[in-house]
């Protein structure tokens, strides 16, 4: 991690009056679109962590060297870190009025455009830090809601993305002086005497009625494609993992596909799924989900239901982590924490520690004898990635059963079906009919009972 000037400690003396005077008429900048817009100068964004009693040791640290990496991912440069110690949140300014004097001092002398926290604010915090510091004041789930709003591709992913920031939005609305006078009475304005606060409130709440509407039937079509591929008997292997795990990476060399691949965090939020033979013979489908972070915003979990639940339907969740993590343990309690919150932490689970050219071997063996029956691998370089391909296939064939069926030739449509909707590996012709090998899911044996060769 990168060392950041005045880390953790500092205690300005400059004059906490000449705030006001040095702020006015400032020109405000936003956290959102400067990380691929190369013509934009970077932000300067000072990052405040606050502990509290109970903190297990070092869980700042982590969470704030993390927040670094998030902050910019979203497009600006961490200039200072700075973790506050207090024995609950205040009310008002959350770190307390006079270390809030401090730090804006602070960021004033460093430049700072936006002031980022790792904690949760109330809307009535963030307000009234944005006051104190005199720039735009961010939380944790704000900046991870911003990264997802740059990321976002697909119609899906991007109905989601906004969903959530509105329900994120919504009870932060402000105004003041003209902006909050009574409208007059209009058709839409529903009558005089309604603040633009409430029309605004108002028009938020019928927009978040229709992305819902809209997501129900993406989540429809979703739905039905799901339910083909549950048809096709093909089994199917979820990627999960933290961010930046190399989920990507691996689901590309496993399956000879081009998904996209980028050293930075959140580059994938939809579902992508790929067929492709582990082994020759033995087909599956591979799906590359949206990587999880710790304490993920419950917004997003929401509005990423329907591409999360496509986890419920896999026969197995292939867990990537990041070996050359220092807190990959800490990656796998956060990604096994969102698993059970969708109710998907009863799927058999093979772990996978990956980005073995650049850990520490003795980190990797450690690792692998801390968790029994994991794998290491470098979906970059292709180590050990054919390993991990038998493994998935010996966990799959526990789920599969081959059958030997036996298809009269007066029955032609029978014949289409199991091709159709089995993996059938080979076929033999006689004098009555066909003789089929295929493989089948465990629960869909008895589909085929009539057909069973004697």
């Known amino acids: ?167 994120y939005t919504l009870p932060r609305l402000s105004g003041q002086g003209i902006t909050m006078s009574r409208q007059a009475g209009r058709i839409g304005g529903r009558g005089p005497g309604e603040t633009k606060l409430e029309t605004d409130r108002r028009r938020i709440q019928h927009r978040v009625a229709r992305l819902n509407r809209e997501l129900k039937e993406l989540s429809g079509t979703r739905s039905t494609q799901r339910k083909s591929r549950r048809k096709s008997d093909l089994p199917l292997v979820a990627l999960v993992g933290y961010t930046n795990a190399g989920k990507s990476t691996l689901l590309n060399r496993l399956a000879s596909s081009e998904v996209l691949t980028e050293d930075r965090l959140f580059s994938t939020l939809g579902s992508t799924v790929r067929r492709t033979e ?78 073995t050219d650049d850990a520490d071997p003795i980190a990797v063996k450690r690792l692998l004898a801390l968790f029994p029956d994991s794998l290491a691998c470098s979906a970059l370089t292709g180590s050990n990635t054919q390993a991990v391909a038998e493994t998935i296939v010996e966990h799959l064939r526990g789920s599969t059963v081959e059958l030997e069926l036996f298809v009269p030739y007066d029955q032609p449509s029978v014949l289409a079906q199991v091709h159709r909707d089995s993996d059938v590996s080979h076929s033999q012709h006689n004098d009555t009919g066909t003789t089929i090998t295929t493989r089948v899911h465990a629960s869909r044996v008895n589909d085929f009972a009539d057909l069973i060769a004697n």
Do not use: W
């Not at 070996?323 to 990656?331: G, I, L």
């Open 278 to 355: 582990l082994t020759p013979g033995e087909p599956v489908l591979m799906s590359d989900t949206v990587g999880f972070v710790r304490r993920l915003p419950h917004e997003l979990i929401e509005a990423f239901r329907s591409t999360l639940e496509e986890i419920l339907d896999a026969d197995l969740a292939v867990h990537v982590i990041d070996a050359s993590d220092p807190y990959a343990e800490d990656q796998i309690a956060a990604v096994r924490e969102v698993l059970e919150e969708i109710d998907a932490h009863k799927i058999p689970e093979l772990l996978i520690f990956n980005k």
């Open 1 to 167: 991690m990168p060392q950041y000037a005045g880390r953790s400690g500092a205690n300005p003396t400059t004059d906490v009056s000449r705030l006001s005077v040095t702020y006015e008429g400032r020109q405000r900048k936003r956290l959102t679109a400067t990380v691929t817009d190369l013509d934009v100068v970077r932000q300067q964004a000072m990052l405040i962590s606050v502990e509290l009693p109970g903190t297990p040791p070092g869980e700042s640290d982590r969470s704030i060297d993390e927040l670094a990496r998030l902050t910019d991912t979203a497009g600006s440069d961490p200039v200072h870190l700075e973790i506050v110690r207090r024995p609950a949140p205040d009310s008002a300014l959350f770190i307390g009025s006079g270390r809030a004097d401090e730090l804006a001092i602070l960021s004033h002398t460093l430049d700072v455009d936006v002031v980022v926290f790792d904690n949760d604010l109330t809307p009535a915090q963030q307000r009234n830090l944005q006051k104190k510091f005199g720039c735009d004041v961010v939380d944790r789930v704000g900046l991870i809601l911003d990264i997802f709003a740059q990321h976002a591709t697909s119609k899906e992913g991007m109905l989601q993305v906004e969903l959530a920031l509105l329900k």
